[in-house]
C-alpha cells in the first residue's frame, strides 16, 4: 500500500530565509504521481505542482523549487526567500496507476509559519 | 480555471441527524472524491466516484454514504451524525484521460461540527 510521510509536522522561520519541506513517499507501482498542494488558513487546497515517476528532472517555478529523487523516494519542496503569503499547510501527496481513478493518498501536512 | 463550491462552509448539526454535503464542479470531470481532514492525520478520502452513479469507497467509508446522480454534483451523506464526524471535508474533482489527468483541484472545505 501507498504510504506518504512528512515528518515536519510545523516548521517557522523569519521572512526572507530559505525553508525546505520534506516527503517522502512508498509505493510499489512504477509509474506514480506525486504532488505539493498548499492550504491557506482559508481552507481551500490549492495545486502546487505535479510529477509523473518518469520525470526526475528538478523543477523550479519563481520563488518554489521542487527536487525528485527516485533513489531515496523523496519530493521535496524548498520555498526561496520566504514571505508571510507562504504561511500555509503544505500537503505532499501520492496517486499510483494510469487510470485517472486513483485518488491521492496524503501525507499528514507541514505548517509553515513565517514570521515578518 | 477550475471551479469546485461546496454547498456550506460551516455547518453546525445534531447528533443522529442526517447531513448533505453538496460539492459542484463546473470542468465536466469525470472522477469526484469526497476527504476528511483531521490534524495530524492529512486527508483521508471516504468515497469517489468515477461516473455517473458509479462509486467506491475509500478508506474510511463507515458511517457515510454518497450520490451522484449528475456528472456535476456528488453529495455526501451522513445518515446519523456522530460526535467523532466533526471535521473538515473536502470535495475534489479531477478529469479522466488527458493529459492533466490525476490532478485532482478541491473546494473550500466545509467544517462541519455534531454537537
Known amino acids: 500500500a501507498q504510504k506518504v510521510t512528512q515528518a515536519q509536522t510545523e516548521i517557522s522561520v523569519v521572512e526572507k530565509e530559505d525553508v525546505t519541506l520534506d516527503c517522502v513517499y512508498e509505493?510499489?507501482?512504477?509509474?506514480?504521481?506525486l504532488f505539493w498542494y498548499k492550504q491557506p488558513p482559508s481552507g481551500e487546497l490549492v495545486f502546487l505542482i505535479r510529477r509523473n515517476s518518469f520525470d526526475e528532472q528538478n523543477e523550479i517555478s519563481g520563488r518554489y523549487s521542487w527536487n525528485f529523487q527516485k533513489s531515496t523516494s523523496s519530493f521535496n519542496f524548498t520555498i526561496t526567500a520566504s514571505q508571510v503569503v507562504d504561511s500555509a499547510v503544505y500537503f505532499c501527496a501520492l496517486s499510483e496507476g494510469d487510470t485517472g481513478r486513483r485518488a491521492l493518498t496524503f501525507g499528514s501536512g507541514t505548517r509553515l509559519q513565517v514570521q515578518p | 480555471d477550475v471551479k469546485v463550491t461546496q454547498s456550506s462552509r460551516y455547518l453546525v448539526k445534531r447528533t443522529g441527524e442526517k447531513v448533505f454535503l453538496e460539492c459542484v464542479q463546473d470542468?465536466?470531470?469525470?472522477?469526484m472524491f469526497w476527504y476528511r481532514q483531521d490534524p495530524g492525520l492529512g486527508l483521508r478520502l471516504i468515497y469517489f466516484?468515477?461516473?455517473?452513479?458509479?462509486?467506491e469507497k475509500g478508506d474510511i467509508p463507515e458511517g457515510y454514504s454518497v450520490s451522484r446522480e449528475k456528472k456535476e454534483r456528488f453529495s455526501l451523506i451522513l445518515e446519523s451524525a456522530s460526535t467523532n464526524q466533526t471535521s473538515m471535508y473536502l470535495c475534489?474533482?479531477?478529469?479522466?484521460?488527458?493529459?492533466?489527468?490525476?490532478?485532482?483541484?478541491f473546494g473550500p472545505g466545509t467544517r462541519l461540527l455534531v454537537l
Open positions: 466516484s468515477y461516473d455517473v452513479k458509479m462509486k
Open positions: 470542468m465536466d470531470h469525470e472522477n
Open positions: 509505493t510499489r507501482d512504477t509509474t506514480y504521481y
Open positions: 475534489a474533482s479531477s478529469l479522466l484521460g488527458s493529459s492533466q489527468k490525476e490532478t485532482q483541484y
